[in-house]
């Protein structure tokens, strides 16, 4: 889900060995900090596997677009009362 995100928003950015264009180097700028975002969301202290990583990161990526997931992660807030099965 996030490469896909990833893809979508930042999918204009491209180096192609020559200069790099000033917007070309604003978006990299917001692709890190929207990924830093995300990780800034996780509880480093709570051991947990590769899967409940992708659960989270997919949460907080469905909160910043707005849109509903299936099956939130454990430990986040459910804004939409519509989504809880």
Do not use: K
């Amino acid at each position: 889900m996030f490469l896909e995100r990833f893809g979508e928003s930042y999918g204009n950015i491209s180096f192609d060995g020559g200069e790099v264009d000033p917007d070309t180097f604003e978006w990299v700028h917001y692709t890190l900090n929207d990924f830093d975002n995300a990780l800034s969301d996780l509880d480093y202290n709570d051991p947990m596997s590769f899967f409940d990583v992708a659960r989270r990161l997919e949460a907080v990526i469905a909160r910043e677009e707005g849109t509903e997931t299936n099956h939130p992660a454990s430990g986040c807030q459910i804004t939409n009362p519509i989504n809880i099965e």
